[in-house]
T-cell receptor
Framework: AQSVTQPDIHITVSEGASLELRCNYS??????LFWYVQSPGQGLQLLLK??????LVQGIKGFEAEFKRSQSSFNLRKPSVHWSDAAEYFC?????????FGAGTRLTVKP | EAGVAQSPRYKIIEKRQSVAFWCNPI?????LYWYQQILGQGPKLLIQ????????DSQLPKDRFSAERLKGVDSTLKIQPAKLEDSAVYLC?????????????FGPGTRLTVT
């Protein structure tokens, strides 16, 4: 079945530490890939997207993500987390105009 | 530029009552989306409009949910009658280009609680 999986429901990191959020998808074709962030009480904001080309994608707020076709993954990374990065992060995929979101990963940042 | 506006921000109703949500997209954005986000889950697309026409409503529970975008600008999503399982955040998004692959701008959402 087609699906988007974010294996980590909740992650806690210390401020200044590196971060990696995982996203795996199960689709027959290579989808378009997105990462969104949702702060409490706010709508979703697009961090970055991958359509084709360079598999390492740079986004806003210092985030980057790498598409790995062999692993069907699109993991989000940040080298140094700031307290303001605490939020919910959603991976999303689009195949044939059908957009599916993962269940999200909640990020807590410790001082 | 102003973002996507939604109202109300919060709504509490009893089951079997009706409720309506309003969305005003970013000016000039032809495509408008309504999503349902149940607690602990990612958003699920309910309906997509291109101007005032429906592009995709395959996941809209049409026996109780309806949506319209009469003048191709703002939109209303209605639930009648509401069920307990409709408790969720309802997100509206808009984009300037057709096709769900293009960047969508989200409103803050309406949190619905059905008791």
């Amino acid at each position: 079945a087609q699906s988007v999986t974010q294996p980590d429901i909740h992650i806690t990191v210390s401020e200044g530490a590196s971060l990696e959020l995982r996203c795996n998808y199960s689709y027959g074709a290579t989808p378009y890939l997105f990462w969104y962030v949702q702060s409490p009480g706010q709508g979703l904001q697009l961090l970055l997207k991958y359509f084709s080309g360079d598999t390492l994608v740079q986004g806003i707020k210092g985030f980057e993500a790498e598409f790995k076709r062999s692993q069907s993954s699109f993991n989000l990374r940040k080298p140094s987390v700031h307290w303001s990065d605490a939020a919910e992060y959603f991976c999303a995929v689009v195949v044939l105009d059908d957009m599916r979101f993962g269940a999200g990963t909640r990020l807590t940042v410790k001082p | 530029e102003a973002g996507v506006a939604q109202s109300p921000r919060y709504k509490i109703i009893e089951k079997r009552q009706s409720v309506a949500f309003w969305c005003n997209p970013i000016s000039g954005h032809a495509t408008l989306y309504w999503y349902q986000q149940i607690l602990g889950q990612g958003p699920k697309l309910l309906i997509q409009f291109q101007n005032n026409g429906v592009v995709d409503d395959s996941q809209l529970p049409k026996d109780r949910f309806s949506a319209e975008r009469l003048k191709g600008v703002d939109s209303t999503l209605k639930i009648q009658p509401a069920k307990l399982e409709d408790s969720a955040v309802y997100l509206c998004a808009s984009s300037s280009l057709q096709g769900i692959a293009y960047e969508q701008y989200f409103g803050p959402g309406t949190r619905l609680t059905v008791t």
